[in-house]
């Protein structure tokens, strides 16, 4: 099974106004089942076909980055036969983007603390990391143990030890790069389905001037076409960071 599939064209898009980076929190995967009488696993299930969708539009629009909520440091509270299907989810299609790697193309990166995942995932992570680095074209960043303000502190720990040995005085550009998105730019777009309309710890340094997009549809049922609403929107915003436009 391809982790990417075909997809159809861009439609009433400008392709000349694309975000580089669109960032989304797959969110209303357990809301999704419950209405159908089905446990919560299958709604990640199902939102993981919703993720190789939408994974396959944004390579095909030609999105440069990709970057998905997968699992969160507070997620661990859930309990522990949810947070087993989750994982076996993950493990299930980075095996996937393995075996189709070579046809696919696509830069795969994991932000989060991936130190307490189980060694079998850890390796699949750094597999898929190294086959897939010299890739160019659109990269999606998996979240997986992911907390924005884990990441923030992390980062704050790194530069003090740099700076206890070496004195670098600290700017905005050198704390970005003890981030787990060093090196890419910041999401341009983030998106939050099923009615939610918070960030929930999600991308928080990285995001200080992104666009928001919410929408009442829950993860499973997010199309492709909804996606073209949320690149739509987007496109419609006047983006001033702070500034003036004369």
């Known amino acids: 099974m391809r982790l990417f599939r075909k997809a159809g064209r861009a439609g009433k898009l400008d392709t000349s106004k694309l975000p580089r980076h669109i960032a989304i929190i797959m969110d209303g995967n357990g809301r999704w089942a419950r209405k159908r009488g089905m446990p919560r696993s299958f709604g990640h299930a199902a939102g993981a076909e919703t993720f190789r969708r939408i994974a396959t539009y944004c390579k095909n629009l030609g999105i440069e980055y990709l970057t998905v909520y997968a699992f969160s440091t507070e997620n661990w509270k859930r309990p522990a036969e949810e947070v087993q299907s989750i994982m076996e989810l993950f493990e299930k299609y980075l095996r996937e983007a393995l075996e189709t790697m070579e046809r696919d193309r696509v830069k795969i990166r994991v932000f989060g603390d991936t130190s307490v995942l189980s060694p079998g ?69 983030v998106i939050r389905p099923s009615g939610e309309m918070r960030l929930s710890n999600f991308l928080l340094w990285q995001s200080a001037y992104a666009e928001f997009y919410f929408t009442d549809v829950l993860w499973p049922d997010f199309t492709e076409k909804e996606m073209e609403k949320a690149i739509l929107a987007y496109q419609k915003r006047d983006r001033r960071f702070g500034g003036v436009k004369g």
């Open 121 to 189: 995932l850890r390796r699949l992570i750094a597999r898929a990391e190294e086959l897939s680095a010299r890739y160019e074209g659109v990269q999606v960043n998996l979240c997986v143990n992911y907390g924005g303000r884990d990441e923030i502190l992390r980062a704050a720990r790194a530069y003090a030890e740099e700076y206890r040995k070496t004195g670098a005085p600290l700017t905005e550009e050198k704390f970005a790069s003890y981030l787990y998105s060093a090196g890419i730019c910041d999401p341009d777009l």
